[in-house]
């Protein structure tokens, strides 16, 4: 955890009372903060989805990436970010083939938090087949654990609330180089692919060359929108679905799911992890 801790807007404080065995006592929480986060492209309303008052320019990038609006962060030609008193306005430009595309689907998402399929209108609108990604590098056993064990101490507003989920990046020898957190899952995961892809903050490398670790359960979603950004290998530390296995096998994406510091169990490609080293 930093110096300073995670932004104050993210989490409150909130006295509770406490009934113990030991009797009835007043203590103070800390509480993760949700917002409705309203996206529209090119000033036409499009999703609202509840997430963590933080890192919502990566979020928003994210999404439109992950969402196959856009087809590279470079396609956004302006974001704003606009906080009143309801909750966030983000407004997104965008060329007009990608626009025309957006109206095309016809798609309107009212998101619970992170919702992944909230407002597909029927079951063609789902995308069994993601793009399938570049193999990257064969991965240690030795450099996952690493990742692992750095993980918990990078998730600066979980060690105040106790519960939002994280999503990071790790180079190939394990070495956690970004880290999102927020209250739904999803959204923690665009908000990493928009810092690393948007905000350059992998300089340029991009996710080709390391692994994605999430500390949610991994459903197919979240191998979805991993294939979206090109990352090659996804290490969750709870269960992955059935559906989420077929997709990152037929996506060439590596998934370790049941991960912990001590054991983890190998979905898909197993022959790209290095059990050796």
């Known amino acids: 955890m930093s110096a300073f801790g995670p ?13 113990g065995p030991d009797g009835v006592e007043d203590r103070a929480l800390a509480l993760a903060e949700e917002v409705p986060v309203a996206l529209a492209y090119n000033g036409v309303p499009h999703a609202v989805m509840m997430a963590t008052p933080e890192d919502l320019r990566d979020f928003a990038i994210g999404f439109s990436l992950t969402e196959g609006i856009v087809s590279s962060a470079a396609a956004i030609r302006d974001l704003r970010v606009d906080v009143g008193p309801r909750g966030v306005e983000i407004g997104i430009r965008i060329p007009g083939e990608d ?43 030795s450099a996952i654990r690493r990742a692992l064990d750095a993980l918990e101490g990078r998730q600066v507003l979980n060690a105040v609330v106790h519960m939002v989920h994280g999503a990071a990046w790790a180079d190939p020898d394990g070495t956690v180089r970004l880290v999102r957190e927020d209250v739904g899952r999803h959204n923690a995961l665009d908000k990493l692919i928009g810092a690393g892809l948007g905000g350059d903050m992998l300089e340029g490398r991009g996710f080709g060359n390391g692994f994605c670790l999430i500390t949610s359960r991994c459903s197919y979603e979240m191998v979805q929108k991993a294939a979206m950004a090109g990352i090659p290998a996804i290490v969750a530390i709870s269960a992955p679905t059935g559906r989420a296995v077929d997709m990152a096998q037929a996506a060439g994406l590596t998934l370790v799911a049941l991960a ?18």
């Not at 932004?7 to 009934?19: A, D, E, F, I, K």
């Not at 016809?106 to 079951?123: A, I, M, N, P």
């Not at 399938?132 to 590098?137: E, M, Q, R, T, Y």
């Open 260 to 277: 912990r510091r001590d054991a983890q169990m190998i979905f898909t490609h197993a022959g790209r992890i290095d059990t050796t080293g």
């Open 7 to 19: 932004p104050r807007m993210s989490w409150r404080r909130h006295v509770v009372r406490r009934l």
């Open 99 to 141: 626009f025309a595309r957006l109206l095309g689907r016809r798609r309107q998402v009212t998101g619970r938090t992170g919702c992944g399929v909230c407002g597909v209108e029927d079951l063609a609108a789902l995308d069994p087949a993601p793009p399938s990604v570049a193999v990257g590098p064969r991965l240690a056993l």
